[in-house]
């Protein structure tokens, strides 16, 4: 009897991911940290100031900067399963609802190119909460018509960072689950909720710079003053919304997005511990969507570039448990979790089955 190591076992069944939309590496980081057979084999990024960040942090991995308009398939190794949280603005209320008719909304017809060509055995897609509802439900019908008609069978599902990620954020994202093998895609569960038990506190830095706080000088200290009363460990985060403030009641930080670190619409502040008023720290931010505190953030990128990476990321303790759940599916185990709305085909026909 021949005997093999688990290291060999662990090389043997290795499973090759492929990175597109990277942003700064969250799938990916949520990828491996589920699992060490995980290994990122292509991952692609054109925006120039992510990929600082994530060559920073993956500085094993040549990022491929090319669009995915441009993107030859040929010059993409094989892989397993396809990664991709791609661009929310087509599908969001901040990109005015545009969807397909948007060029970026035709870049899932490139997501499909490259699945057609390359035949992964997975797909992982991530979008904004909006994307079930887009027009009437038309674009996800577009979407999943697509991905079936390419032979795979998925799972989606909107998760929320607070329930399902231990991070006291509210971010509502939809997650795409799928599979060339029909019995997988059965077999496969997203993660259920899980206690929160993180707090505001637990993703603030003990240290801030100066830079950060509000001042009596600034045109809106006065409104700042007058409504932000509770402290950060009193779990009380703020939102700045142009002209007034607004108290986040639900205990977690609103949901993050790019623009907050200069005069958005949505500007998380507190109240610190020393009756300061400060807004987040993009380290803070990159706290507040589960990046480890060792994740490197380049000293020569701007506030307003870290801000927009950490607001288009993703939850990385989210993306973890999706990532150990696809693994065992793919492996035949069972896994535990809801089960989300299965789409399959059955008798020629397009089948939502809850």
Same mark, same amino acid.
């Given at each position: ?19 597109? =939309? ?15 057979? $995980? ?46 949280? =791609? ?66 069978? =998925?799972? $989606? ?55 950060? $706080? $509000? ?140």
């Amino acid at each position: 009897m021949i005997f093999v190591s688990e290291e060999r076992k662990t090389k043997m069944n290795s499973v090759n991911i492929a990175d597109f =939309f990277a942003g700064v590496g969250g799938i990916r980081l949520g990828f491996e940290n589920a699992s060490t057979r $995980y290994k990122c084999t292509f991952t692609n990024e054109i925006d120039k100031y992510a990929i600082r960040t994530y060559e920073k942090n993956f500085p094993d991995q040549k990022v491929n900067s090319v669009s995915i308009v441009d993107l030859d398939t040929q010059d993409i190794p094989a892989f397993d399963v396809f990664m991709g949280g =791609f661009p929310c603005q087509p599908f969001s209320i901040a990109g005015h609802r545009k969807g397909f008719d948007d060029d970026r909304g035709n870049l899932f017809t490139h997501i499909a190119r490259i699945l057609d060509a390359k035949r992964p055995k997975a797909l992982f897609l991530e979008n904004v909460k909006n994307l079930k509802g887009h027009d009437k439900g038309r674009t996800l019908q577009v979407i999943s018509e697509t991905l079936n008609d390419l032979g795979y069978t =998925f799972r $989606y599902k909107v998760l929320n960072s607070a329930k399902h990620g231990n991070i006291p954020q509210n971010r509502e994202r939809i997650f795409i689950v799928g599979f060339l093998n029909e019995k997988e895609a059965k077999r496969f569960r997203f993660p259920a909720e899980i206690e929160l038990v993180k707090g505001i506190s637990d993703c603030l830095e003990n240290t801030v710079l100066r830079k950060y $706080y $509000y001042t009596d000088d600034s045109k809106i200290y006065p409104v700042l003053q007058e409504n932000i009363t509770e402290t950060a460990s009193e779990n009380v985060v703020y939102q700045f919304r142009r002209h007034y403030v607004r108290k986040n009641k639900s205990g977690v930080c609103p949901t993050l997005t790019a623009n907050m670190g200069g005069g958005g619409h949505n500007v998380p502040i507190i109240l610190d511990d020393t009756g300061r008023i400060r807004k987040l720290t993009p380290r803070e931010c990159f706290n507040f969507q589960g990046f480890p505190n060792d994740f490197k953030l380049p000293t020569n990128s701007s506030d307003t570039q870290l801000y927009k990476q950490a607001g288009n990321s993703v939850t990385v303790t989210v993306i973890k448990r999706i990532a150990r759940n696809i693994l065992r599916a793919m492996d035949g185990k069972k896994t535990e979790g809801e089960k989300g709305v299965l789409v399959a085909r059955k008798y020629a026909k397009l089948v939502f089955c809850e």
